[in-house]
């Protein structure tokens, strides 16, 4: 029974719709929290895979392509500016294939971000959910390939390219992409691994600012959930690369992203209907 002092009472409405609003903006955060939790915590076993969990959960939960590539890279700056000076202190980072890498993928970013915003959301959905769907196989497929290792310092700034490109227009990749590509061509992972990680956080950043320039502070709601996940996640990384078997792992995420993105192939085409 509602309180006689209340009716008609302006004050009493809006206090009781703050709440509700308030209740609204806290469960929302502890969803985009849990995501970015499982995100960083499969990122932290296997060094990638961050962006591309965090936007196939978020495509899934109905987020636009751009603001949820928006938010995974926002979120991105901190983790990966702290993994990049970690690997720089440790002595991982070849100077030269960073410098490569990071330009190349600050262009190729830059223009992905923009391509994304510019588009027509009816277009760009589908595209993003079949990316993440080959980035479901091409993970799979990097499991159970073995390529014959072979040094080979070509092709860098193409790949940092279109790293950078598919990263902005999927919300992820840059790490299974190039990381896995170089590793492949015979370099050496510890300095591949190394110089991916401290380019990707200017490649990040450019993407981010690109982003910011084009939406605003729109998708902060959602940029805050991943990070406060991703923090919490973080300490928990070494236990998880423990127990876990790494090929296992990949496996379980390339099933998962599948799903993701093959569901919402499968809602748009309902709605097309």
Same mark, same amino acid.
């Given at each position: 029974? /509602? @309180?006689?002092?209340?009716? !008609? @009472? ?10 509700? $609003? ?11 929290? *849990? ?18 969990? /965090? ?35 440790? !002595? @991982? ?20 971000? =923009? ?25 799979? =497929? ?20 279109? !790293? ?5 227009? $999927?919300?992820?990749?840059? $790490? ?9 061509? !015979? @370099? ?39 990070m406060i996940g ?10 998880m690369s423990k ?16 799903? *993701? ?13």
């Open positions: 029974m /509602s @309180n006689p002092g209340d009716c !008609g @009472n302006p004050g009493a409405d809006s206090r009781g719709l703050r709440s509700r $609003g308030e209740r609204l903006i806290t469960s929302e955060i502890l969803i985009y929290a *849990l995501v970015g939790f499982v995100a960083q915590l499969v990122d932290g076993a296997l060094g990638m895979a961050f962006g591309v969990i /965090s936007t196939s959960v978020l495509l899934f939960l109905g987020v636009p392509p751009a603001a949820a590539s928006a938010s995974v890279h926002a979120a991105e700056v901190v983790t990966t500016g702290l993994s990049g000076l970690s690997h720089w202190f440790h !002595g @991982n980072v070849d100077r030269r294939l960073f410098l490569r890498l990071a330009t190349a993928g600050v262009i190729g970013g830059a223009i992905g971000a =923009y391509v994304l915003t510019e588009l027509p959301v009816k277009y760009v959905q589908p595209a993003v959910a079949i990316y993440l769907c080959a980035m479901a196989g091409f993970i799979v =497929y990097k499991v159970f390939h073995k390529s014959e290792p072979r040094q080979s310092t070509t092709g860098i700034e193409p790949l940092g390219f279109g !790293g950078g490109f598919l990263d902005a227009i $999927g919300g992820g990749g840059w $790490g299974p992409i190039v990381v896995s590509t170089l590793v492949a061509r !015979g @370099n050496s992972p510890r300095h591949t691994i190394g110089s991916v990680n401290l380019a990707e956080f200017f490649v990040t950043l450019a993407i981010s600012i690109s982003f910011l320039i084009s939406l605003g502070f729109t998708y902060l709601l959602i940029a805050g959930g991943l991703g923090a919490m996640a973080a300490p928990l990384a070494g236990w127990v876990m078997p790494p090929r296992l792992l990949m496996i379980l995420i390339s099933i998962v992203v599948l799903s *993701l993105g093959t569901a919402g192939l499968l809602r748009l085409a309902i709605t097309l209907l």
